[in-house]
């Protein structure tokens, strides 16, 4: 088997893929308005000391400066453990220079809160270069494996002061992967303290806030051989992590201006994920329902069955919708119960290999699953851990406009199809212009946000794009017009994007 990851970064939203021999197997997507924080590292300088609160206000670059208190700035690094107490007196002054992590939000009211003790998680370790403290994650409960970690982390930490906790994925790590990532975080953490001490001032050294990184690292199997990106910088920060991080080659393919979910077919694939019927190759179907508290999968033979052998029929739609299934609980990131209502078989053992496609198939899944017997009346109970959230919570939502009840693509993806089809347009060089017709509720989400600013800049200077609303165009579709001529008759309404 071979795999690609692609990684598509857009100005205002930034998804990676996993291909497995083509075929999509895992799709994250964040939208980067949220601007996420947390876990980056910043220089930061000290501007106001609160003496009575020990702790202080730091500049870290952001609108609201940051928030640092004594019990997260440890003087010695080995005061945690020696006797558990926490400092109560901060040592900075007014302009000092801090080396400073992110590790809660910022609020509408309340700037980030920051610790001066770095924690930076990778995929077999947390790294914690000013604690001396090494663990092993809760999740793994084997007490031979944790033994066995704890001596191989104790072995290789790179100094007493510097702390080691081993995450789930150790557990089934080769020992040199995780002796390898131990390495790769020495080395980053002493380019760290290089950049901290070039920077003249408050600036951000270390960025995990990022979706991109963050996925590659936990998606990254033997199988990849090759990493798909469209941004320069971010290709350039992939190519330095892979070098450093892994034994096996992977290739970072640099695609400049592409639409890369388009170019690989993703961006329909991901259309698909947001509608509750699921079209199978052999004339079935599967239908996802979504309730509070379990989702229902209905699986639907088609109306006209031209085979003489209904039950066979039957079985190898069943079958065909057991890896269907597997492969849309992954993708859409369903957790918690799922219950699955396979079309009634006579024969028992139809009914025993149909549950073995679904457990076979769930095991490829990272996350954890665990599927039970079919019942007499045919349906197949199952559970998927919850992490993260489901792919339709960030890109359906509730229109904000005439608060219909049926969710509709939230205003991200809308933008995001739409880019995608004018850089097929724009790719003819006659083209000066496109008119993009969208329902009334989408035109006052489209014509509010920035979502085609840099786009333009980007790859198409001088080319204009118009949004024009139509009542008679339905909330997830759009129209668009190429246009070659400089003078363009529009309605007054019209809103200039780009
Ligand atoms: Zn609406």
Request: proline share 4%; aromatic share 6%.
């Amino acid at each position: 088997m071979k795999s690609k990851i692609l990684v598509d970064y857009e100005s205002y939203m930034c998804s990676v893929a996993l291909l497995e021999d083509s075929v999509l197997r895992e799709f994250h997507v964040e939208d980067k308005n949220t601007n996420r924080i947390t876990g980056n590292i910043y220089k930061g300088r000290v501007v106001n000391v609160l003496p009575g609160l020990q702790s202080a206000f730091v500049d870290i670059g952001l609108r609201k400066n940051g928030f640092l208190a004594a019990e997260d700035m440890l003087e010695d690094r080995t005061i945690l453990t020696r006797s558990g107490a926490v400092p109560t007196k901060l040592d900075v002054r007014e302009g000092d220079y801090v080396l400073v992590q992110a590790v809660k939000e910022p609020t509408e009211t309340k700037g980030p809160r920051l610790s001066a003790n770095l924690s930076i998680p990778g995929r077999y370790v947390i790294y914690m270069p000013t604690i001396d403290f090494v663990g092993v994650s809760n999740k793994i409960t084997d007490e031979g494996a944790r033994d066995k970690l704890l001596a191989l982390l104790n072995k290789y930490r790179p100094s007493q002061h510097c702390g080691l906790i081993a995450r789930t994925a150790a557990k089934d790590a080769r020992k040199s992967d995780i002796i390898d990532e131990i390495e790769y975080f020495a080395n980053s953490y002493i380019s760290l303290l290089d950049k901290y001490r070039a920077s003249p001032d408050v600036s951000l050294l270390y960025s995990d806030g990022n979706l991109i990184f963050r996925t590659v690292r936990d998606i990254l199997n033997s199988t990849v051989d090759e990493i798909v990106c469209n941004s320069p910088a971010i290709s350039k920060q992939l190519t330095e992590y892979l070098e450093q991080n892994l034994a096996h080659p992977v290739k970072v393919t640099l695609m400049q201006d592409t639409d890369v979910l388009k170019k690989f077919g993703v961006l329909g694939e991901v259309e698909k994920l947001l509608r509750h019927k699921v079209e199978l190759s052999n004339g079935g179907s599967i239908v996802i329902d979504y309730t509070e508290a379990l989702t229902v999968i209905d699986v639907n033979s088609a109306k006209f069955v031209g085979n003489v052998d209904h039950e066979q029929t039957v079985f190898e739609i069943n079958c065909e919708a057991a890896k269907e299934i597997a492969r849309q609980l992954r993708l859409r990131n369903i957790g918690g119960m799922i219950v699955i209502d396979f079309i009634d078989m006579h024969d028992p053992m139809h009914n025993a290999q149909v549950v073995d496609i679904l457990s076979a198939e769930t095991r490829k899944d990272r996350t954890r699953t665990r599927v039970l017997p079919m019942t007499e009346l045919g349906l197949v109970q199952m559970t998927r851990k919850k992490t993260g959230s489901e792919i339709q919570s960030l890109l359906l939502q509730p229109c904000s406009h005439c608060h219909a009840a049926a969710r509709t693509q939230s205003p991200i993806f809308m933008a995001r199809r739409i880019k995608a089809q004018l850089t097929d347009i724009f790719a003819d060089p006659m083209c000066t212009a496109a008119v993009v017709t969208v329902n009334p509720c989408v035109f006052a989400d489209l014509s509010k946000g920035e979502w085609f600013d840099s786009f333009a800049g980007d790859r198409y200077s001088g080319k204009r794009v118009y949004l024009v609303s139509d009542a008679g165009v339905a909330p997830n579709s759009f129209r668009i017009g190429a246009k070659s001529t400089a003078v363009l008759s529009l309605p007054d309404s019209a809103y200039l994007l780009t």
